[in-house]
């Protein structure tokens, strides 16, 4: 089969044959018809993220496909199934603490790599072969539209956020990146969710304008100053009542102090989920303050991507209507065409545009 690998960080990928992989127990093979590539994906190829992914390997996270084989332990699955292919790999064998892997992206911990020598390629190829419970079924979905479904994959890392703090609908909810790729996505998440006001802090006024006329009323942008106490007086008054939770997605490049200025907005009692890159590639830590969390009752959390279930309720709020993948626009290149996407994929990261590639 025909596959893009990255032999080596700070190259260009390469088309190449390889042998097309081969099924296990507790497995399925998908033909990838759809496959996002991310917006920082340069980043990580680069090698500037530093990312666990060890050359040579098929990189790619997340994918939209149909079912070619399964293991002989599913019970659902048939060949010709609509699928999305989870790129979340969890360790099977500890299910209090199990080990997370992004396949064909990334790995953490010595439990994690090992996964991963295993669970290696992702999804830059015309098949890939996942865990069973990777390949969430999603009903019928007309060819054409596979690269559009491919938001999800970004928008279930927002989704998982929201989940995670229990959001609720009527509630205000302030995303700390929102201008960004995963931040916006997270707006149209909440709003879907049916919060009652969504607050997007940002420094580009022209990103937040254009925000605010995809939205309306249900949004309320700030434009930040970088004065602390400045910022966090804009965003609760932009709230007109309590800001209930605070969700940050900001980037590997954005400094501590946003995201600290951004939480410090909740109220008393509020909760903030942390599911950033403030500080992975160093810089200064949060530094929030103990008496202020303590005295406030304030809950902070910290997520890293999303739980199994999070698939299934996402795709159904786009299957009531109630989230709108219309919203992004889709920018589509052939798998030979892989390197010319990473680039349009950088210079296209704003919010509401998608980068996929079609095997």
């Known amino acids: 089969m025909k596959a893009a690998v990255l032999e080596s960080f700070g190259n260009p990928l390469s088309i190449q ?7 296990g127990t507790g497995e399925v093979i998908v033909d990838v018809v759809a496959a996002p590539v991310l917006s920082y994906a340069s980043e990580v190829f680069s090698g500037a993220r530093r990312y666990l992914l060890p050359p040579p390997v098929i990189p790619g996270c997340g994918a939209i496909g149909r079912v ?3 293991g002989p332990d599913a019970a659902w699955l048939k060949p010709g199934d609509w699928v999305f ?58 060819p054409a539209e596979a690269a559009a479904w491919c938001a999800i994959n970004t928008l279930l890392v927002a989704y998982g956020g929201l989940l995670a703090m229990e959001l609720k609908a009527g509630e205000n909810l302030l995303v700390s990146g929102a201008t960004g790729n995963f931040g916006s996505s997270a707006v149209l998440a ?19 304008q254009e925000l605010r006329k995809r939205f309306g009323s249900r949004i309320e942008t700030v434009t930040l100053s970088g004065v602390a106490d ?29 995201a600290r200025n951004a939480i410090m907005s909740v109220r008393p009692y509020g909760r903030a989920v942390l599911m ?13 303050p103990y008496p202020w969390i303590m005295r406030n009752l304030i809950t902070i959390k910290g997520q890293w991507m999303y739980e ?13 209507g109630l989230l709108d993948l219309s919203h992004y626009a889709v920018t589509e290149f052939a798998l030979s065409d892989i390197n010319r996407a990473i680039t349009h994929a950088a210079e296209n990261s704003g919010p509401f545009k998608l980068t996929v590639i079609r095997p």
Not at 117 to 127: K, P, R, T, V, W
């Open 190 to 208: 909440a709003l879907a969710m049916g919060v009652s006001k969504v607050i997007a802090p940002g420094r580009n006024p022209r990103v937040l």
């Open 17 to 23: 044959d390889v042998p097309p992989p081969i099924l």
């Open 68 to 70: 070619r084989e399964t």
């Open 230 to 258: 400045e910022d966090i007086s804009a965003m609760k008054s932009a709230a007109e009542g309590p800001i209930d939770a605070v969700l940050d997605l900001l980037p590997p490049s954005a400094p501590a102090s946003a």
């Open 308 to 320: 199994p279930q999070a698939v299934y309720t996402l795709v159904g709020l786009i299957r009531a």
């Open 276 to 288: 950033g890159g403030v500080g992975m590639l160093g810089g200064d830590d949060l530094a929030l």
């Open 85 to 142: 292919c989870d790129p979340t790999v969890r360790s099977r064998d500890n299910a209090q603490s199990p080990e997370i892997v992004l396949q064909g992206w990334s790995a953490r911990g010595e439990g994690g790599q090992k996964i991963q020598q295993y669970h290696l390629n992702g999804s830059f190829a015309e098949q890939i072969r996942v865990p069973t419970e990777n390949a969430v079924a999603m009903g019928d979905i007309d």
